[in-house]
């Protein structure tokens, strides 16, 4: 049996394939955000109850280490560094989030000036040692470092990346002495001193965290074979993970775009935006082809330099608080109300509406149909809720509307805009034209945005997955075993390629070497080798595969990427990386022949439905009874166990061989 766990804000989704039968299993409970592993750790002793003895094996990924990071509660840590560079996080590159706000202010570093260390050594640029490292002060440190309490440090030499031997040095003494150590040469040889501190600070801040939170999993499970997803769309093994948990801050929304991009490309699709809606936040990504790659990320104002799946979230989910700000306007998140209280419909104690609340009062999402009917909603508090936010806001009701369903009708509108402008960071404002992709919604709270949203973007087509409320659980289970290295080389593109193939195979041979060690048979191991490349004289660079036409490419892709290229300007290769993949089996998906068209088999019942400016009587179908072929015009509403489609006026739903809803939208031009 193997397990795919993905652990939200609000809900922790479990998916379990059975490698015997073919036969998939999805279970779905409310998050324990003051201890995440106690959600997992009592499905997990429940699923022990009904698999009895069978062998199983778990890939997990967890929102711990981004909570972490982002609610600012890792571990204490320290920074030690190089003489006279004690104050890099601070500095940083000087940019500021907000230019014309005259009262912008940065976030405090992770590490605060009485943790940064320095010590006397020093690198010149092309990693010749210059000032050799002196330790005689080394044991003041240490105790130093006690007495503050400190648990992690965090340890960036100047050209490291170069000449990392004064910092193997510290680490090794630090280690020695009781502390969890990360060392910006192990995280991250590259070039550029505050990516690289920043990424090595942000891995001792919060791999304590993760360290604590994956043993006691593993020891309470038992279960032996267990992996861990990265943000990079692969995984790697629970050691790897407790070290390195920098590595696993986007674990659950790269699940989602892998298992995304899976499901898709079994329909046949390849230019895709995923669009990821749950209960605190909606992450969006977009696939032209292949999985988006950056080194760019910046997460809670940090950046992290290592490779991640290109994803923009914002705080709009089925759990985003509407509220009216102080200039009387209506506004949605990015406050959540979790998993506890949750949205006030849960009766859990929840005073504010949320986005889950509008659309219950809508009628768009059924009382009596949630979660497969084991948890009731509380329609006449959503209702009261709503009622507030509409008085406050100063809103009068729309014809033939109640104050609560003009309210709800509102904080939908804005939610969607919210996660509409998400969309367009990802495709208008990089080139992209949304009329070439096809929406795949997921999450449990996407299918009743999708298709207002594809509209919104005249994007002609969503495609919601049977499983879309677990699709991040259910890619984890689809991932392959990744590894990503990078070496900072600074050389001319004019560099004949067997020259770049010596420099580049000590990480093709360590690649090989980790993906083996990780049980994974030499015959299964993919290397992928890629450069970044730039024009000298630029900032940023451009990554590339090498090939034996690499400059050609460079061009190619600069001009794919900026709409234009400069064949005649010299070029540079900043770093050489390997991407080493370790193929895994992934659950297949059958297709089944498709039958008719008429889904009335699949009918429950009709119920009012609050549309732009009116109520209708809407057919509400049973998700599970839709067979391949089945069609329907909208509106309409299809109800899964865990998640609800709400389909619009005059749009097309048609059930292909895997079950996807594919939905024909009606343009909004």
């Given at each position: 049996m193997r397990i795919g766990i993905d652990i939200g804000g609000t809900f922790t989704d479990f998916v379990l394939f059975d490698e015997t039968t073919g036969e998939y299993q999805t279970r779905k409970t409310l998050s324990t955000p003051q201890d995440p592993a106690e959600a997992v750790l009592t499905q997990l002793s429940r699923l022990k109850l009904q698999l009895g003895n069978c062998k199983s094996s778990i890939v997990h990924g967890?929102?711990?280490?981004?909570?972490?990071?982002?609610?600012?509660?890792?571990?204490?840590?320290?920074?030690?560094?190089?003489?006279?560079?004690?104050?890099?996080?601070?500095?940083?590159?000087?940019?500021?989030?907000?230019?014309?706000?005259?009262?912008?202010?940065?976030?405090?570093?992770?590490?605060?000036?009485?943790?940064?260390?320095?010590?006397?050594?020093?690198?010149?640029?092309?990693?010749?040692?210059?000032?050799?490292?002196?330790?005689?002060?080394?044991?003041?440190?240490?105790?130093?470092?006690?007495?503050?309490?400190?648990?992690?440090?965090?340890?960036?030499?100047?050209f490291s990346f170069l000449y990392p031997e004064h910092e193997n040095v510290i680490a090794a003494r630090l280690r020695k002495a009781g502390f969890f150590v990360s060392a910006s040469n192990e995280v991250l040889p590259e070039f550029r001193e505050y990516e690289r501190t920043s990424t090595t600070v942000v891995n001792a801040y919060v791999s304590p965290v993760l360290d604590r939170y994956l043993a006691r999993l593993a020891q309470e499970s038992g279960i032996i074979d267990f992996r861990v997803m990265q943000s990079n769309g692969g995984s790697i093994g629970i050691s790897q993970a407790r070290r390195e948990a920098v590595r696993c801050v986007l674990s659950g929304p790269a699940g989602g775009v892998v298992g995304a991009r899976y499901v898709a490309a079994a329909a046949g699709v390849d230019q895709l935006l995923t669009f990821d809606m749950g209960g605190t936040s909606t992450d969006v990504s977009l696939c032209s082809g292949d999985i988006q790659i950056t080194t760019e990320s910046n997460i809670g104002g940090l950046p992290i330099r290592i490779p991640v799946i290109d994803i923009h979230t914002v705080g709009s989910g089925g759990g985003s608080i509407a509220y009216v700000d102080t200039g009387g306007a209506l506004r949605v998140g990015p406050e959540s109300a979790g998993a506890d209280p949750g949205p006030v419909c849960y009766g859990r104690g929840g005073q504010r509406a949320t986005v889950t609340d509008a659309n219950l009062i809508l009628g768009r999402l059924p009382a009596d149909h949630f979660l497969g009917g084991q948890m009731m909603l509380d329609g006449s508090t959503a209702e009261a809720a709503l009622?507030?936010?509409?008085?406050?806001?100063?809103?009068?009701?729309?014809?033939?509307?109640?104050?609560?369903?003009?309210?709800?009708?509102?904080?939908?509108?804005?939610?969607?805009?919210?996660?509409?402008?998400?969309?367009?960071?990802?495709?208008?404002?990089?080139?992209?034209?949304?009329?070439?992709?096809?929406?795949?919604?997921?999450?449990?709270?996407?299918?009743?945005?999708?298709?207002?949203?594809?509209?919104?973007?005249?994007?002609?087509?969503?495609?919601?997955?049977?499983?879309?409320?677990?699709?991040?659980?259910?890619?984890?289970?689809?991932?392959?075993?990744?590894?990503?290295?990078?070496?900072?080389?600074?050389?001319s593109g004019d560099t004949p390629y067997p020259e770049i193939e010596t420099l580049i195979a000590p990480l093709v041979t360590r690649g090989q070497a980790d993906i083996v060690a990780e049980g994974i048979p030499a015959a299964k191991v993919i290397i992928e080798r890629l450069l970044d490349m730039r024009y000298r004289g630029q900032s940023y660079e451009l990554m590339v595969p090498l090939t034996a036409n690499f400059g050609d490419d460079f061009h190619l892709a600069h001009a794919y990427a900026y709409g234009y290229a400069e064949p005649t300007m010299p070029v540079e290769i900043v770093n050489v990386r390997v991407r080493a993949i370790g193929s895994l089996s992934r659950p297949p998906l059958t297709p089944l022949a498709l039958g008719h068209s008429d889904p009335s088999q699949a009918l429950l019942d009709r119920r009012p439905v609050v549309l732009t400016g009116e109520i209708a009587e809407l057919p509400f179908y049973d998700g599970q009874a839709l067979r391949p072929g089945h069609q329907l015009q909208g509106p309409a509403v299809v109800i899964h166990p865990d998640t609800t489609i709400f389909i619009g006026p005059g749009d097309e739903l048609m059930v292909d061989a895997y079950k996807n809803l594919v939905v024909d939208v009606k343009s909004g031009m």
């Open positions: 967890s929102t711990v280490a981004t909570n972490a990071l982002l609610e600012r509660k890792g571990a204490i840590t320290a920074l030690v560094t190089t003489e006279g560079f004690r104050d890099l996080l601070e500095i940083g590159r000087q940019n500021r989030p907000d230019i014309y706000d005259l009262f912008s202010r940065r976030l405090p570093a992770l590490v605060p000036p009485e943790l940064r260390f320095e010590v006397p050594e020093r690198v010149d640029h092309r990693g010749n040692p210059i000032q050799p490292l002196d330790l005689t002060s080394f044991d003041a440190l240490v105790a130093q470092l006690t007495t503050a309490g400190v648990i992690s440090v965090a340890v960036s030499l100047l009622t507030n936010l509409a008085q406050e806001a100063d809103l009068s009701p729309r014809p033939g509307l109640t104050l609560a369903q003009t309210a709800a009708l509102g904080v939908i509108e804005v939610v969607n805009a919210h996660m509409e402008r998400a969309l367009r960071v990802i495709s208008v404002q990089r080139g992209h034209d949304p009329r070439d992709f096809t929406l795949v919604s997921f999450g449990g709270a996407g299918g009743l945005h999708a298709v207002d949203l594809a509209r919104s973007l005249n994007i002609p087509r969503a495609l919601i997955p049977p499983n879309a409320a677990t699709l991040s659980a259910f890619g984890m289970l689809a991932t392959d075993v990744i590894k990503d290295y990078v070496r900072t080389v600074m050389c």
